[in-house]
């Protein structure tokens, strides 16, 4: 066989044609963030049981993170057409998979970081010069603030960054997420309070944002645990800011690397923001650029963005396997956006002394 038949070969292999797959094909799909689709298991597969005699189903739910675009007219993860079961490394024809989509099950954590450096103050906040950058952030954040908490299952946490080396809560109250809309927009207002904005902003006029991203990570992550792959929280960074690093604490390759594969993470870029970078951060369908005169506008796309990105659902199916332990995977194809990818179940047990009856 010749070189190029060898090749073809092995291309039509690893495409997956037919509807045969096994453990090693499945363990060879990416869950990384890299802009591509992710299912993340957020509720473990249990039994519910029907009324019939051994009737019943099994049922997890998956949240995703980077949905395509195109799915915000047709959402094809309601499709159960695109599932399969995957029962010990093999999909079975005669598994079942029902999918309905749920209203927000797991307590969602935000982080709204906010660059309140030199350039962000230097139009003035709370004054009568209501165009001011700073007055805009104020009434945008609030805005966003409001339509987050009344949306869902949020809670919000507010930091700041500048030059400091660390970021630091808006005030006592902000330091940990929470849905009090009253502590959350007094927050905020500090910024109309000059004895605040002398005392604990100015002066600091550097931009310390790689390393403000790298803490907000670590932030988000001691609230949600990002080491539990099957948490029940979930964590986003929302960034707002007009500038680049300057400050030079953080090398840009180390605050990349820092970034959390189980953190959505989204930018807001105005005037001079290193818009490039801040792609980087979030991906480019996460990130936001606006004047500085319609402030507003991108904090309305990222509420949009979060809320449309804060998916979950409910996965019931019924395997083929009819008898003992069963290692389950749950794989989502599009063929036509070439995305394939999959959550990992721990193992389900089947009672032998039943009959199995699927009341899908």
């Not at 195109?70 to 029962?87: A, F, T």
């Not at 954590?109 to 009568?128: H, M, P, R, V």
């Not at 808006?170 to 997420?177: A, C, V």
Request: charged share 25%; net charge negative.
């Amino acid at each position: 066989m010749s070189k190029i038949a060898v090749l073809i070969t092995i291309f039509l292999f690893l495409s997956g044609c037919g509807r045969v797959a096994d453990e090693n094909k499945s363990s060879s799909l990416s869950t990384k963030s890299s802009g591509k689709l992710q299912l993340i298991t957020v509720k473990k597969s249990r039994f519910v049981a029907n009324n019939d005699i051994d009737g019943g189903h099994f049922q997890t739910i998956i949240r995703t993170l980077n949905k395509p675009i195109s799915y915000k007219q047709i959402d094809l993860l309601e499709d159960s057409y695109h599932y399969s079961l995957v029962e010990n490394g093999k999909i079975k024809d005669e598994s079942i998979i029902r999918v309905q989509k749920t209203d927000n099950t797991v307590k969602s954590k935000i982080l709204l970081l906010l660059d309140l450096s030199g350039s962000i103050l230097e139009g003035g906040c709370g004054d009568s010069n209501s165009d001011s950058v700073c007055n805009q952030l104020i009434n945008s954040s609030n805005d966003f603030i409001d339509n987050i908490i009344k949306s869902g299952n949020f809670e919000i946490a507010i930091y700041y960054f500048n030059s400091k080396k660390s970021i630091f809560a808006l005030s006592p109250q902000t330091e940990f997420p929470t849905a009090n809309l009253t502590i959350l927009k007094n927050a905020v207002e500090q910024l109309t309070d000059p004895n605040f904005v002398n005392t604990y902003l100015k002066g600091y006029n550097s931009t310390n944002l790689y390393g403000a991203i790298e803490q907000s990570g670590e932030k988000i992550c001691s609230w949600i645990g990002c080491e539990n792959k099957n948490g029940f929280e979930i964590g986003s960074v929302v960034v707002f800011t007009d500038g680049r690093d300057e400050a030079g604490i953080v090398g840009k390759k180390e605050m990349l690397k820092s970034l959390k594969d189980q953190i959505q993470y989204y930018t807001i870029g105005i005037g001079k923001a290193d818009n490039e970078t801040l792609k980087e951060i979030s991906g480019k369908d996460h990130h936001f650029e606006a004047s500085e005169q319609n402030i507003q506008s991108a904090f309305t796309q990222t509420y949009e963005d979060i809320l449309y990105n804060s998916s979950f659902y409910r996965i019931n199916y019924c395997p083929a396997t009819l008898d003992g332990a069963v290692k389950i995977k749950i794989l989502f194809e599009d063929e036509d956006q070439k995305i394939k990818t999959f959550t990992e179940e721990e193992k389900i047990t089947i009672d032998s002394n039943s009959d199995f009856r699927c009341d899908l």
